[in-house]
């Protein structure tokens, strides 16, 4: 055991965490930059919410269904409710081979768990009530995502059967995506979205905002996919610096081109898509690939953002900040990829990345489809049209998000 | 000595340097969302000043009144003006047993000075001078905040008493709030706050920016707690970010459920500070506490924010952002904690922590009360009627935060 | 060969890149809210545009034209397009004399490189052709900026000669500040800023935008100088964080004084341009430097930025942001700054400091001048004066920034 080499890896794994941390103040400003102004407090409100209700339920008992430790090659397994760091100080150093301790790896691993409900949250914004949101999020992220996150990252039966994953285009975007396709199916789109006239468009209310994210965004990829190496290995991090880059620039550059010939319009938030297109597209495969790889995987998957945008809008399908795009799309595509490109390439591979997304992805649309029916029989899921209209800052959080003068009053202040 | 784990442990006391200066966006932002946009400019503009000027004033006395390494157990030291590294290069090595350097030690320390100034400046936001505002906060970085910091961690007399602070909830944060409250009482409430009909909310205009702030802030305190191991021990640290996070997570939560019950009302001003509440509170203890610990305390100081909030409004303390309720009041809970919950609990630690927080509290409230006071008295600390409604934007620096458009023009513009 | 100190050092370098990453989102909302309102999708775009262009082609050609590995003491050289680790995995333990891998250093090397169009960018804002300035920027940057790069940090004649520049005064920030110049000269001023009856002001249209990009780019300088001791040593770095961190501060201190003696007003572009100035001034020997240096060097560039902006504007040289005193005055403010301060200073190193920078200057001023001349008289650089009163968000982008409400159309959603 070198206590140099195991501070030096935790030291990377805990700049790591507090990276992925950052995603979350990402998604927040990006979705609250995609919808109207009259929306933007209940999407803060619900990211705050996600990211504090995450970290809970991962504590209590998402960790220990994503990293059960026993049932190595099935689909389900338990460890018991809470944290206990494994037989004191000595264990932490036994743990993870002296790469890091076991507090780290819950943190670290908690961070990731809140993303797959955040993404939800963008395609269901405007419209969806809070409670039944939360609700949504909460068992989403306690039950759905560890469960098919042990498959494969807990030693489960994807892992067995030699799925590979790297760092989460399928058991994270896709996860997330498959939830945000579920949840709008049953929500169904804004209203004035889809007339008889055809598509009305509802632009975001702050580009700066959305922009903000999608920087924040890459920034914390960076510990997203170079915290995945689970150690600070200097050769496989530094490398998957290179491969998540330059996907993500190539997304950009591609994004511009196809937006242009298909629109003829330099539009901001396919190249902002597709940039998060390319990081997503690179994270199964980050370390496996070739800087050319890593251009084409990411070059691809920027391509596909604004016909996939398109696409979803034809079939009425109503999400305000394109997750299903981004995160479902070009998650399967970054999983396929594995098979196509780098080190791991090869048609039995292929089909194995296939069989891999397909069967994470039914698990989460039904656990995701049903629960978001339930709640929709019981509570409801959708507030009222006069809601909608009047925007759910006003009417979910009696605040007005800027400058609210004296139209409304937050709630304690109205305590006299 | 191992050059390996020196160099590790010094990359993560610089790591966590950067992440505490991004508390001050964190603040900035914080603070800009929570005031009202004619007052956005000047609040931006204190926070630029305020870093900058306690990194100097923490060169020339501010690190040598803290860290003065003579008088153990007293109750004032100093070691002279200005920075000199010890012996050169193998000074730095043999500095802090190894773990980091005398430069580190002193960037990391000043990062930390500043945010007592920061405080306040958002409880005095809308109102106060600039002038006065900058002297006191100059005054109250370079002395009164190392002072009483030297009483714990400069090994003066309350460490020597047993009082256990970790990363601050006394020595920066109940600080920066007795500094707040002591300031907000000569200073009065804004015009039209407190009205015969009762309270009239004055909302901030930027709930983004808020929002913003509040993760920035969590962000940070990565390093704030993080760095406070003054080493990249890997349990502890990995530890302290457990903690850390949860504590936050349950401030939201708590505040959630709290603020529900009495306001009827998703607040997300409410959420936000109870975060940060969570954050204040286990700052003291965060190496102390189990996870379950961590929780608690995090709860209790998110439920009582909205409890506090009120509390303080009623009493006519007028405090824009809810920097007294925050920072005060979970500052003291924090500090207490320590001797309620975890590796130090009981009633003998509680009684010491008790004593600990009310002599730095004294202190920092006298110093804070008669340097106001003298400020009030020589140059004012107040705006005029009609700068107020004005705004200190326009009256203070001839610039709206927004678009102008020509109704103002930035001074340097008009130089023709 | 120690492997945890190798591991420790490129963890450092690692965080550096990430930190030079978010620049680029600092330069981003800095540029966004020293723009017009009708300007900001724009300059969002142009900013999301060129890290990833930078990134690709620094990949394609620049990185292996600024470190040909080949022609020392030379003017130019090439070691062929595209990368390739040296030998695999043990190249990569070689490389660097164990400091980093071949991979870190071209995504560290590569962050740094598309810094320069960015602050372009600034310069030319709310009036330069989308397409006229991206061919400009990819050009800069995958041949400009590297060539002269080469000069001094790839071992080329500079280096022999002696000259001086830690981090990029010169070779990055006066470079950036000469093809601002250059494209200025050429584009000509925003229509109504110089009139008959004499300057009109421009306001920025949004602040809060300005501040978060500046407390962003010293964010980010912690990596920008930090990482340029290319190793973590902990002397060498914790000295740059706190000759950085002083000069910045000592930027914003002395810009407040200097702006209120010429201006009678609080200007908080000032106080921000004072800490870049700072900033940049300190970066050509942040590792020369005492603090004391370090103090005085930042006071004299945010003492200049005053009077810099109002020389710029007297002599019509329009620039929305400040870039060019920021970038290309205190630029060689810093470069000469070696000669005057610290452990090179001296007559000699002055006259090397000088020749180096104004070297440096020449061939970027030319490259610049003659390509955007070509691309003026070809595809022309500037926008229609009804374009340019309409803005360039609705003319380039056919979006606008803020809640745009039924007025413009994304152009993806205009597909029916």
């Given at each position: 055991?070198?206590?140099?080499?195991?501070?030096?890896?935790?030291?990377?794994?805990?700049?790591?965490?507090?990276?992925?941390?950052?995603?979350?103040?990402?998604?927040?400003?990006?979705?609250?930059?995609?919808?109207?102004?009259?929306?933007?407090?209940?999407?803060?409100?619900?990211?705050?919410?996600?990211?504090?209700?995450?970290?809970?339920t991962y504590c209590v008992v998402g960790f220990n269904l994503m990293y059960p430790g026993v049932n190595e090659g099935g689909f389900f397994g338990f460890a018991g409710f809470g944290l206990a760091m494994p037989e004191g100080?000595?264990?932490?150093?036994?743990?993870?081979?002296?790469?890091?301790?076991?507090?780290?790896?819950?943190?670290?691993?908690?961070?990731?768990?809140?993303?797959?409900?955040?993404i939800v949250s963008g395609a269901v914004a405007e419209r969806i009530k809070l409670n039944a949101f939360l609700i949504f999020a909460t068992l989403f992220v306690a039950i759905s995502y560890p469960i098919t996150g042990m498959w494969k990252w807990g030693a489960g039966w994807?892992?067995?059967?030699?799925?590979?994953d790297f760092a989460g285009s399928t058991l994270v975007h896709a996860v997330g995506g498959w939830g945000a396709l579920a949840s709008v199916l049953l929500l169904g789109a804004r209203k004035g979205k889809y007339t008889k006239d055809g598509i009305k468009p509802i632009p975001g209310h702050s580009m700066p905002l959305a922009a903000i994210g999608?920087?924040?965004?890459w920034f914390g990829w960076f510990g997203f996919n170079g915290g995945s190496v689970l150690s600070a290995d200097p050769v496989a991090v530094s490398l998957v610096f290179v491969t998540t880059s330059l996907a993500a620039s190539a997304g950009a550059v591609a994004a511009f081109f196809v937006s242009y010939a298909l629109f003829k319009s330099h539009d901001l938030s396919?190249?902002?898509?597709?940039?998060?297109?390319?990081?997503?597209?690179?994270?199964?495969?980050?370390?496996?690939?070739?800087?050319?790889?890593a251009i084409l995987i990411g070059a691809i998957a920027g391509a596909v953002i604004p016909v996939s945008v398109v696409f979803f809008d034809r079939i009425k399908i109503d999400d305000p900040v394109g997750a299903t795009s981004v995160h479902l799309v070009c998650g399967i595509w970054g999983t396929l990829a594995v098979g196509i490109f780098g080190a791991k390439a090869g048609l039995g591979q292929l089909w194995t990345q296939l069989y891999g997304t397909l069967s994470v992805g039914v698990f989460t649309f039904v656990f995701a489809f049903g629960l978001m029916y339930v709640l929709k029989a019981t509570i409801g899921i959708r507030v009222s049209e006069e809601e909608e209209e009047r925007g759910l800052d006003v009417a979910e959080h009696d605040m007005e998000a800027y400058e609210a003068g004296t139209v409304t009053e937050p709630g304690y202040q109205m305590v006299k």
């Open positions: 055991m070198n206590e140099a080499l195991f501070t030096a890896n935790n030291v990377w794994m805990l700049v790591s965490t507090v990276l992925v941390f950052v995603m979350h103040l990402g998604f927040s400003t990006l979705e609250a930059g995609f919808v109207q102004r009259k929306n933007t407090v209940n999407i803060l409100f619900k990211n705050a919410m996600i990211i504090s209700i995450g970290l809970l100080a000595a264990g932490a150093i036994a743990y993870a081979d002296g790469n890091y301790t076991y507090w780290t790896d819950f943190i670290f691993q908690g961070m990731f768990a809140a993303t797959a409900a955040t994807l892992d067995a059967a030699g799925f590979y999608v920087f924040l965004l396919m190249v902002l898509n597709g940039i998060l297109g390319g990081l997503v597209g690179i994270t199964a495969g980050a370390d496996l690939m070739s800087p050319t790889d």
